[in-house]
């Protein structure tokens, strides 16, 4: 049996490999790593048993496996770590772009050429996300934070409120139902979803806000969207408290910010031992809410 984390190098040697953090099950690995190397620009570093698997490095994110799926528990066993993610067909994977790599448009004209490309979204003043698709269904959710100054991100959490009420005005309770496609969020689901993530992401923030103690730790329970809106009734419950509620959460923290100077500056550790400072935080919740108020503004338009 082949040692754990060792593979044959292209060179013909043998080596001992960073173990793969992502695996990849496809048809035929020999072929399929073309794709890997010429459209997503990962780096080939060993390949091995006559090109059923390929290990590769994704800028920034480790290194990925892949492998032929007829053969895949095996490499995953001996090439793999224990807390791998197998991706699936149709599932995405998110990679974080800095965005000091540079723009992410050399990856986009690839993309094109290969028509790989899914989406591209883009939250002005918060990030943008390049999903591209392989050719057996694999999603890459290339996403890329962009820099804000506090008073740009203050300004984007204060506006969320307004535009969600824009969004809606005019709406009967029936048109609420609508939604982009059969089986996608209604717009009733999407208003539920956005502030139910909007309260569960203010008491982390107040957490932050609260004591000016760099490298106190959070933890908290995943959020699991779907099963939320299952548990919580989304497709059935009104919004009107909810819209109410959106708006005075919002003013609630920007009357707590107001009140300390360096609010935005102080940070937590979060799980892997990241630094989440409260202005990264209310930059996500400002772009989640204006990604959702965008998704019913086009569930209108079809109307």
């Known amino acids: 049996m082949a040692e754990r984390g060792t593979g044959e190098s292209r060179d013909g040697g043998q080596g001992v490999q960073e173990q793969a953090k992502l695996v990849i099950g496809v048809e035929r690995a020999e072929t399929a790593v073309t794709f890997y190397t010429e459209v997503l620009g990962w780096q080939a570093i060993t390949s091995g048993d006559g090109g059923r698997y390929a290990l590769l490095a994704l800028p920034g994110e480790g290194v990925a496996l892949l492998a032929d799926r007829a053969d895949a528990e095996g490499y995953t066993a001996r090439l793999a770590a224990l807390d791998a993610k197998r991706l699936e067909s149709g599932e995405r994977h998110f990679i974080r772009v800095p965005e000091e790599l540079g723009p992410l448009e050399p990856l986009l004209q690839r993309a094109e050429e290969a028509g790989a ?11 943008r996300t390049l999903t591209l698709e392989s050719p057996e269904g694999h999603r890459f959710a290339y996403w890329q934070e962009f820099a804000a100054t506090h008073e740009q991100i203050m300004a984007m959490f204060a506006a969320a409120p307004q535009r969600l009420e824009a969004a809606l005005a005019g ?3 029936s048109e609420l139902d609508r939604a982009l496609a059969p089986g996608k969020w209604t717009i009733r689901q999407q ?5 139910d993530l909007d309260m569960a992401a203010t008491h982390k ?6 004591e000016n103690e760099p490298g106190r730790t959070f933890s908290s329970s995943r959020f699991e969207q779907d099963r939320w809106a299952e548990g919580m009734k989304y497709a059935l419950r009104p919004i009107a408290a909810e819209v109410a509620l959106f708006q005075l959460l919002r003013e609630h923290v920007l009357s707590v910010c107001s009140m300390i100077p360096d609010a935005l500056a102080r940070s937590v550790i979060v799980s892997g031992g990241r630094t989440e ?3 990264k935080l209310m930059k996500s919740m400002a772009g989640h809410a204006n990604g959702h108020i965008r998704k019913i503004e086009q569930i209108r338009a079809m109307f």
């Open 117 to 127: 490309v899914v989406s591209d979204e883009l939250e002005p003043g918060c990030w």
């Open 171 to 173: 709406l009967g309770d």
């Open 191 to 195: 208003v539920h979803h956005l502030v």
């Open 205 to 210: 923030l107040k957490y932050i806000i609260a």
């Open 277 to 279: 400072t409260a202005a």
